[in-house]
């Protein structure tokens, strides 16, 4: 079965440009994950999903990232104002009832 | 922030040595994970060792847990250049049913042939 796909895997804005990033979770994965990776350094937790409910958003870095999962299923992260220090790269991952998280290939985005 | 540190930040072997990594971590954990990663790439699970377990194999995979030093180990035996990879291990915290996962620095794996 296909795994989690994320697009677009690569994405140049502008400073200031708003960008949206989506995640395409395993069907039937109830919990959902996205995490950001800066070059050289582990995955951080930004904001979890467990179906359209986003239950902590702790992680979020400031008020200009937003992520959505309106129907349980596909979710977007929006960042708005992109700053150079957003640039990274975006881990989707999404879980069933184990605590196996199964992760996407990740969108790398570059801010200039 | 990160939970812990990996130790080395990286590593080069022979194909066919073993390769041991160690992490450290701050905080009490329910379970912890080893993930791998490819340049480029997505994470992929490897294994999981429970609060309650001490060690714990899977393959070519050997992962202790030591809670009283809040430290890991992830050994993989015979390596082989398709083990070249960044590996992390990673602690969870439960947030409504599942668990966010946070993630050490990482330890980058070179087997060169």
């Known amino acids: 079965g296909a795994g989690v796909s994320q697009s677009p895997r690569y994405k140049v804005a502008k400073r200031g440009q708003d960008v949206a990033l989506r995640c395409d979770p395993i069907s039937g994965h109830v919990s959902l994950f996205w995490y950001q990776q800066a070059l050289g350094q582990g995955p951080e937790f930004l904001t979890y999903?467990?179906?359209?409910?986003?239950?902590?958003k702790s992680g979020l870095p400031s008020d200009r990232f937003f992520a959505e999962r309106p129907e349980g299923s596909v979710s977007t992260l929006k960042i708005q104002r992109t700053q150079q220090e957003d640039s990274a790269v975006y881990l989707c991952?999404?879980?069933?009832?184990?605590?196996?998280?199964?992760f996407g290939p990740g969108t790398r985005l570059t801010v200039t | 922030s990160q939970q812990g540190e990996e130790d080395p930040q990286a590593l080069s072997i022979q194909e066919g040595e073993n390769a041991t990594m160690n992490c450290s971590y701050k905080?009490?954990?329910?379970?912890l994970q080893w993930y791998r990663q490819n340049s480029g790439r997505g994470l992929v699970h490897l294994i999981l060792?429970?609060?309650?377990?001490r060690e714990k194999h899977s393959g070519r995979l050997r992962v202790t847990l030591d809670t009283s030093k809040k430290s890991s180990s992830l050994l993989i035996t015979a390596s082989r250049a398709a083990d070249t990879a960044s590996y992390f291990c990673?602690?969870?915290?439960?947030?409504?049913?599942?668990?966010?996962?946070?993630f050490g620095t990482g330890t980058r794996l070179q087997v060169t042939l």
């Open positions: 905080t009490s954990i329910n379970n």
């Open positions: 999903f467990q179906n359209e409910a986003q239950l902590d």
């Open positions: 990673a602690t969870d915290a439960l947030t409504g049913t599942a668990s966010k996962l946070t």
């Open positions: 991952a999404s879980t069933g009832h184990h605590y196996e998280q199964y």
């Open positions: 060792i429970r609060s309650n377990e």
